[in-house]
Every structure is written in C-alpha cells, then in structure tokens.
C-alpha cells in the first residue's frame, strides 16, 4: 500500500494471546474501510501467538517480533512505526464490528476539530456471548467532565489523529495501569474529543488471565491518582482535600452517596466552575454549564430531600429550576411546600382534602 493512501495504522500489542488472537485480527483484517496497516508487537509471547501471526499473509501486516517488554512500552514501539494519518487501537481479545473504522475515520474527516473518538460497546465473555451493554458519553464537554473522575472510552475503541502526538507525545512508560486514561486526558486538555453512539466494538472481560480482570484493583488505584492530578490542575494554586475529592468522584461516578452531603455539593460546584472556565471561550458554554448546573443542582436535592434536609432540599431545587426552567415540575412545587409545611402538616391537609372530596 502507498503511504500516499494510507490513512489509518491499527495498533495492537498481544502477549501470549492465542486463545482469542485469530478473533481479533480477523475483524480488523475484514473491516469495510481498507485503507489501513495493522501493526501488531507480538511483546515476548512464549505460546502459539507468534506462529498465528506468521500464518498470514495479508500486505497490510507489519508484524514486529521483540523480547518482553510490557504493553505500555510496546504500544509506543508502535506508534513509532505508525505511518497512517489517524491511530487505531485494537487489543488481542476484544472484536471489532466491521464498520468500525469506516465510521470512525469518517467523523474525523467529518469533524476536523475533534483529535479523539471512540463508540459504544458491547462487553462479551470468554464464548462471545454479550452480558452488557456499554453506552458512552458523547459530547466533547461532557466527556471532558467526565474524565476528571473517570475513563469515558474504552481502549481499544478508540481512534486518534497522529498529529496529536507531537503535542501531547505518547503512552507515560511510567505507568504500568490505566496507561490510556493518562493518554485521552492529556489529549483532551488540548484537542475537542469525541464518541459515537453507535456500538461498533466487543471487550472481552477474560477471566482467565486478562489484565483489566487480573490487575483490577491496580487499574483503579491508578486511574484514581490520575483522577486527583487531573482536577488539581484546575486550582494551580491549591492544594485540593483529596479524601474530599474522592467522596466527590464516587458521587459523580455514581458509585456512593456522600455522608457529607454538603461538603461535596461545595467542592463539586467549585470544581464545575474551574472547569468551565479552563475551556476555550464558546457562545454555547453558558448554556451547557447551566444545564450541567441544574442537573447537580436536582440531584443533591433529592438527596437532601431523602436525608431530611428540607431547608436545603428546597435551596438545591430552587436552584435547579432556576438555571433550566424545563426542571420546573408541579411534583417538585409540591414537595417543596410539603417540606415548607412539615411532613405531619401536610398529612392533614391530605386528610382532610379526601374528607371534603369524599
């Protein structure tokens, strides 16, 4: 293939990966769009991964043979090989739908500001079969957000223009774990970021000795320091609780609801507004944060409200139908009187409005 038509380079490292390798390559290998090479670091591999690998023959391959020397390292070994306009990442256990990158490579055409996307996914276990769905967040501000407290793409559904890397350079070879999420923040502090809605790729959750199953813990603890340093950089000049910071990612991940309700409403807030205000000027911003405003601003009142918290309830929603009037609900009025009134109150009157009806 010329380099003059080549616009896509696949990467993939695998590391004694025969049980799904074939799998894998040959949805890459069959996808509709064809103008790609498919590089693959066969890292050290001690099973019958590097005689599958010899047994094709497909022009578009370039297989790299090397002791091991671990995933991160071995990706950039071949970045450094990539001759294609955008970088797609493939792991050796997961599958690529066919339409993969055909639609992927056509929003980067499509959308000549956006340097990172990826899509829905399915999670398939060891037979293929599916057990979950994965939807993504889409938007570029929301993802942005997002990624301060969690990975918003999946590795290897995502695809990248090269160009970035002379700004953002490649994987840290510091970092063993969660070596992608490093990467998707560094680039969407520079660069417009992206996911499809569509679900055009399959992760693999391998038991058996996948390393997302394996090294779980590990993965989250470093995801977790990357989380931290990641809103740190939006108050340059302060030292952040990170005790408070975690109970403020475990809200907004939706993982835990906070002992400290108010404690976490304050900083979550405080973080909301040095993050708008880190993005690049937009007529549209001050709409989007004011949605993202009212959305926090909802869902802590309801929290207050099953806390029995009334003042605060009623402060949180207020607030929230301020900044999106489309919030503003007969069922939440209601309850805000209920609460003004007192619960004993309120069942009277409901007492006696059936009386006078009945």
Not at 98 to 127: K, M, P, W
Not at 215 to 232: G, H, L, N, P
Not at 246 to 257: E, F, K, P, S, T
Not at 304 to 324: E, H, S, T, V, W
Request: proline fraction near 1%; glycine fraction near 6%.
């Amino acid at each position: 293939m010329k380099e003059s038509t080549l616009k896509v380079s696949v990467i993939m490292s695998v590391y004694n990966g025969e049980r799904f390798l074939h799998e894998a390559m040959e949805s890459i290998l069959n996808q509709t769009f064809k103008e790609f090479e498919f590089i693959i670091i066969n890292d050290g591999s001690t099973d019958r991964t590097g005689d599958i690998l010899e047994s094709y023959a497909d022009e578009r391959m370039v297989i790299i043979n090397q002791d091991k020397i671990g995933l991160t390292k071995a990706l950039n070994r071949g970045l450094s090989f990539a001759r294609g306009e955008y970088i797609a990442r493939m792991d050796a256990d997961d599958v690529s739908l066919t339409e993969r990158l055909e639609r992927q490579v056509a929003f980067l055409d499509e959308n000549t500001d956006v340097a990172l996307v990826g899509c829905n996914f399915y999670e398939i276990d060891e037979s293929g079969d599916i057990i979950a769905r994965k939807e993504v967040t889409l938007e570029n501000e929301e993802i942005k957000w997002r990624l301060l407290f969690h990975n918003c793409f999946g590795h290897s559904t995502t695809v990248f223009r090269k160009e970035c890397l002379s700004v953002v350079d490649g994987y840290d070879e510091g970092i063993i774990y969660s070596q992608d999420y490093d990467l998707w923040l560094r680039i969407s502090q520079h660069y417009n970021v992206g996911n499809l809605g569509e679900f055009l790729h399959k992760w693999r959750r391998n038991k058996s000795d996948g390393i997302s199953v394996v090294k779980t813990q590990e993965q989250y603890k470093s995801a977790f320091v990357m989380s931290d340093k990641a809103v740190q950089k939006l108050f340059p000049q302060e030292k952040l609780d990170w005790s408070l910071l975690q109970m403020v990612r475990d809200y907004v991940n939706g993982n835990a609801i906070p002992d400290d309700l108010r404690s976490v409403e304050d900083m979550l807030f405080k973080i909301i507004d040095s993050f708008w205000k880190s993005l690049p000027a937009d007529k549209n911003h001050l709409k989007k944060k004011t949605m993202m405003l009212s959305r926090y601003y909802m869902d802590l009142a309801f929290l207050y409200y099953d806390k029995d918290q009334p003042k605060d309830f009623r402060r949180c929603a207020l607030r929230g139908m301020i900044n999106d009037m489309s919030r503003f609900r007969i069922g939440i009025i209601i309850l805000m009187v209920t609460s003004l009134l007192g619960k004993k109150t309120s069942e009277k009157i409901q007492l006696m409005k059936k009386r006078i009806v009945g």
